[in-house]
């Protein structure tokens, strides 16, 4: 992939590579409350379910929505122009498919993980027959690989750390981004965004509602019997990535 445009190269991007069901949305709407920051929903959703034809709410509508050909979307969308200092792009591990990394060099990469049976206890809800692939968790482990192979370290947030104490995670993470903290992000209107990608109606429920981050609460629901194997082909690739997540304060 050849490096961007030099007319865009002072922009800031943050590619925030999120595995499903995690609190990725609740952080795009977080980062849209600074009016430094210009936010992006998953555009690369189209190239995913062009490509997989997964099984997702919605999913002829969002290929029909969006710009399927990935390399263009990187070019013009990821590496394009931006009218703001910076560019938050909420993107899904597993989207990244067979696209080169080496545009990664011309982001600041965070991967956001969740513990998978939490993960998975939901996702089931829309996706009836999740895959590992369907976690993310193998695709973040190829970015982290990436990022580290330059001599780079991504910043790894866990959704229970963050939902623990969202303004301290969110104070070290602007300061690892070499951003100023702003107060607003840690509250938003509740309603949706004029971001919110086409499939906003099946996924975003909750945050529709939400005013800010919620507190994190333990689940206690059993996974389901038939996805304890995926469960546990999960755990090795999230506690590897998790050894390096920012950390609440006074957790262990």
């Given at each position: 992939m050849p490096p961007h445009d030099d007319a865009h190269r002072d922009t800031l991007r943050i590619g925030l590579w999120s595995g499903p069901r995690n609190v990725s949305t609740a952080l795009m709407y977080s980062?849209?409350?600074?009016p430094d920051t210009r936010v992006v929903d998953e555009p690369l959703y189209g190239f995913y379910l062009t490509r997989t034809g997964a099984d997702h709410p919605g999913a002829a509508e969002v290929v029909a929505a969006m710009d399927n050909d990935g390399e263009r979307v990187v070019r013009q969308v990821i590496l394009g122009p931006c009218d703001r200092p910076v560019l938050f792009l909420k993107l899904m591990g597993h989207h990244l498919l067979d696209l080169d990394p080496e545009f990664l060099?011309?982001?600041r990469t965070v991967l956001l993980i969740r513990d998978p049976a939490d993960v998975l206890r939901t996702l089931q809800r829309q996706v009836p027959n999740p895959d590992l692939d369907a976690t993310g968790l193998p695709d973040q482990i190829r970015i982290l690989e990436a990022v580290e192979a330059?001599?780079?370290?991504p910043v790894v947030l866990d959704a229970r750390e963050t939902l623990k104490d969202p303004e301290a995670i969110l104070r070290e993470l602007c300061s690892r981004l070499g951003l100023a903290f702003d107060q607003r992000m840690l509250s938003w209107p509740a309603e949706p965004r004029p971001e919110d990608g086409v499939w906003a109606p099946h996924w975003y429920h909750v945050i529709h509602r939400s005013t800010g981050f919620g507190p994190y609460s333990e689940k206690t629901e059993p996974?389901?019997?038939?996805l304890v194997p995926l469960v546990e082909a999960c755990r090795p690739l999230y506690e590897r990535l998790f050894r390096r997540a920012l950390r609440a304060p006074g957790a262990s």
């Open positions: 980062f849209a409350q600074r060099a011309a982001t330059r001599g780079e370290e996974v389901p019997e038939r």
